[in-house]
């Protein structure tokens, strides 16, 4: 035991080293692209990595999550490969497996990254309304019109989150979409970001910046796609705002490979009577960490967070989310659905804060778990933390299997032994499927159950 434990802070020491070395290479570089803002930003953002290095399960909010898998592999910065993968290949990135076409016949909006390298070539943003920006972070910054200084890791915070600060550190490019007051977009921008791997373990750091200004109207999807059978880490940040009355719905499609770890940490800073919502659905990966903050930072804030994770194997998924309720009249809604399967693992950790000022909050957590193997585990933690009388907040978890009594009800109709499982199992998850509201990112969540049903058998 003391042996493994050795080896495991050795592994923890050198990956940490190994990610301050990245940056004392790249710090050049980004001296002589970065505005002065960015490039004291960076370095702040690695010295808070160098202090706070790894979590490990000592660490309260990662107790139930060892990295050790992750601290074992040594990864290389990810190569910009945009040139090398053809449209086909990318393809199942896209809610429904719609057809990139070429950007000129696509009625899509949609920002393709490939290892956190923007690829123009399979990126389409024709016919954006007047006045609405949508394109890379290394473009925005060229622009010197302070537009990124204004929001950039404002909401993430590097000081505390060490994959936050790597990725503040570390990031290349990433997608940024821009709302102007009173725009509405009647299609979804679709933000891609797809990993590669082959023999050698490959690293990147998408970074996502979308800002809703006041009373704008938009639905943004990011999927997660990983390609090749080799292993990568995909270390994610998406910041957004939603400015006064506006009204933005988010998804996040996260199917990478099952070799792949995924951490991503998403950030959402709601004004005045704004409504934010985002869906998390997580369906591939060895290791995944989703964490998910919104602050509700003015009178009349809406958000809501609604999750589906599915894990066989030895899979691991993680979930955290945290609901800020800062300001009065303030309302959230939080529903996760998990399905675990032979020796998979996964946490939910869901907090909701209410401040003392934030009187006539209305708030409910609600996360729910089905196990098909006794070997099948998860932790659930719903918390409260209310610093007021006047609140009207509710939480619950449950963890259970599928109903013995239903299954023989189906089968007692004619129905075989393992459809009816299936049914049974597709209905739980269809409590989530059924309130994503895009057709094509429901069409695409459909067509991933049933194909994890078909390889689950």
């Given at each position: 035991m003391?042996?493994?434990?050795?080896?495991?802070?050795?592994?923890?020491?050198?990956q940490h080293d190994l990610y301050v070395s990245s940056f004392r290479a790249l710090e050049r570089e980004f001296a002589a692209r970065d505005p002065q803002w960015l490039l004291r930003l960076r370095r702040e953002a690695i010295e808070s990595f160098a202090r706070l290095g790894f979590p490990t399960v000592h660490d309260e909010e990662w107790r139930f999550t060892n990295l050790a898998p992750l601290a074992k592999v040594l990864f290389q910065a990810a190569p910009d490969e945009t040139d090398t993968w053809d449209a086909k290949d990318l393809e199942p990135a896209l809610p429904g497996g719609a057809p990139f076409g070429s950007p000129e016949e696509s009625s899509d909006i949609r920002l393709v990254f490939v290892?956190?390298?923007?690829?123009?070539?399979?990126?389409?943003?024709?016919g954006l309304p007047q006045?609405?920006?949508?394109?890379?972070?290394?473009g925005l910054l060229k622009k010197k019109d302070g537009a990124a200084e204004a929001h950039l890791?404002?909401?993430?915070?590097?000081?505390?989150?060490?994959?936050?600060?790597?990725?503040?550190?570390?990031?290349?490019d990433g997608a940024y979409l821009r709302l102007p007051k009173g725009t509405a977009l009647d299609q979804p921008v679709h933000i891609v970001h797809v990993s590669t791997a082959g023999e050698v373990p490959l690293v990147s750091f998408p970074r996502n910046l979308i800002v809703a200004e006041r009373e704008t109207q938009a639905t943004v999807v990011e999927s997660y796609l990983g390609l090749g059978r080799g292993v990568c880490f995909s270390n994610a940040v998406t910041e957004i705002v939603a400015g006064e009355n506006a009204v933005l719905d988010h998804y996040k499609l996260q199917r990478e490979n099952g070799q792949s770890f995924h951490i991503g940490a998403l950030r959402i800073y709601a004004d005045r009577n704004a409504s934010a919502a985002s869906c998390s659905i997580s369906l591939g990966g060895a290791l995944v960490r989703n964490e998910a903050a919104a602050v509700l930072d003015a009178e009349g804030a809406d958000c809501t967070l609604n999750g589906l994770y599915l894990a066989r194997g030895r899979q691991h998924v993680d979930n955290h989310t945290t609901l800020d309720h800062a300001k009065?009249?303030?309302?959230?809604?939080?529903?996760?659905?998990?399905?675990?399967?032979?020796?998979?693992?996964?946490?939910f950790n869901g907090r909701i804060i209410v401040r003392p000022g934030a009187i006539k909050t209305?708030?409910?957590?609600?996360?729910?778990?089905?196990?098909?193997s006794p070997d099948a585990v998860v932790d659930t933690k719903p918390?409260?933390?209310?610093?007021?009388?006047?609140?009207?907040?509710?939480?619950?978890?449950?963890?259970?299997?599928?109903?013995?009594?239903?299954?023989?009800?189906?089968?007692?109709r004619g129905i075989g032994a393992g459809e009816a499982r299936n049914i049974l199992i597709y209905a739980f998850a269809a409590?989530?499927?059924?309130?994503?509201?895009?057709?094509?990112?429901?069409?695409w969540v459909e067509d991933a159950l049933r194909a994890s049903q078909k390889e689950a058998g």
């Open positions: 003391a042996k493994e434990k050795k080896n495991l802070m050795s592994d923890v020491m050198e290892n956190g390298f923007y690829s123009e070539r399979l990126s389409a943003v024709y006045g609405v920006e949508a394109g890379n972070l290394a890791a404002r909401y993430a915070d590097h000081r505390v989150h060490p994959f936050v600060a790597m990725n503040t550190a570390l990031w290349r009065p009249h303030g309302s959230s809604r939080e529903l996760y659905h998990g399905i675990l399967g032979e020796h998979a693992t996964a946490v209305d708030a409910v957590q609600r996360n729910r778990n089905l196990l098909l918390q409260l933390e209310i610093y007021n009388n006047d609140v009207r907040c509710t939480h619950g978890a449950t963890i259970g299997q599928l109903d013995p009594e239903a299954l023989f009800y189906m089968q007692s409590d989530i499927k059924d309130r994503v509201k895009p057709a094509a990112v429901r069409a």
